[in-house]
């Protein structure tokens, strides 16, 4: 994986809207996010993940959590009412600066970026809950997201949580990616990337899926257990069949 690219990418699109770039719901483009209702979105999500781990006994702790592709903190400023610490990454400058200006109010909430493709900023056993929603989804192949996933193991404290999505199959015509392909031409003919947005309404954003059976299989070989896999169905931008992986060490 190219993170130089990566890192582009993602900051074309946080420069123009960060809020939609991360949560992708048509009533919130175009900068009509409010403040409120979309970290509101991140406490329902969080509430959702430890309640379900909560079920299984995990996470053991509450030190440390960890918010994989934070963005501008949806879901990391309700880790920190939750956990004594609540650590955000993020491939992008403009996505981690808008995060801690909108979060300084949380003083235990850190953001950092993350400019490789793996997390060797942080030691073994690090956290107790990792935690990502509508990120791996964005990464150019499985094999990117193989490698996180054995990076988030990594990371983990035995007896902590794993919580993540991803798509386990994805509609032909977001297979085809028309409006991420239609952006790349014209950024090479020379439009702005705020024009493409703004104007056109065309985005970099890529997306793919992994069947089911292949992350369990996946997660199985680092010596993960796999607690639960909630099928969901997402509703933003389109009906997309995903699952929630829950699992730990």
């Known amino acids: 994986m190219s993170v130089t690219r990566e890192g582009a990418r993602w900051e074309e699109i946080a420069r123009q809207d960060p809020m939609w770039a991360i949560l992708a719901y048509p009533e919130g483009k175009y900068g009509r996010w409010t403040q409120q209702r979309f970290f509101a979105t991140g406490a329902e999500r969080v509430d959702e993940f430890m309640r379900h781990g909560s079920a299984f006994g995990r996470p053991l702790g509450r030190q440390a959590a960890l918010d994989f592709g934070c963005g501008v903190g949806r879901l990391t400023r309700a880790l920190a009412a939750k956990f004594d610490r609540a650590i955000g990454v993020d491939i992008s400058e403009t996505m981690v600066s808008g995060a801690r200006e909108l979060n300084a109010d949380v003083s235990n909430a850190l953001f950092r970026c993350n400019h490789g493709s793996d997390l060797a900023m942080f030691t073994d056993e690090s956290f107790d809950l990792v935690v990502n929603d509508i990120v791996l989804q964005h990464l150019p192949n499985r094999e990117a997201v193989e490698g996180y996933l054995g990076e ?71 010596d993960a257990e796999v607690l639960d896999v909630v099928a969901e169905t997402s509703s933003a931008p389109v009906a997309i069949e995903q699952n929630v992986y829950y699992a730990t060490r």
């Open 152 to 222: 988030f193991l990594r990371v983990l404290r035995p007896g902590g949580l794993l919580v993540f999505q991803l798509p386990t199959s994805l509609p032909l015509w977001v297979r085809v990616q028309p409006r991420r392909t239609a952006y790349r031409v014209m950024r090479r003919l020379g439009l702005s990337a705020r024009t493409l947005y703004w104007r056109l309404g065309l985005h970099p954003n890529r997306m793919l899926a992994i069947p089911g059976p292949a992350v369990i299989a996946f997660l199985r070989s680092r």
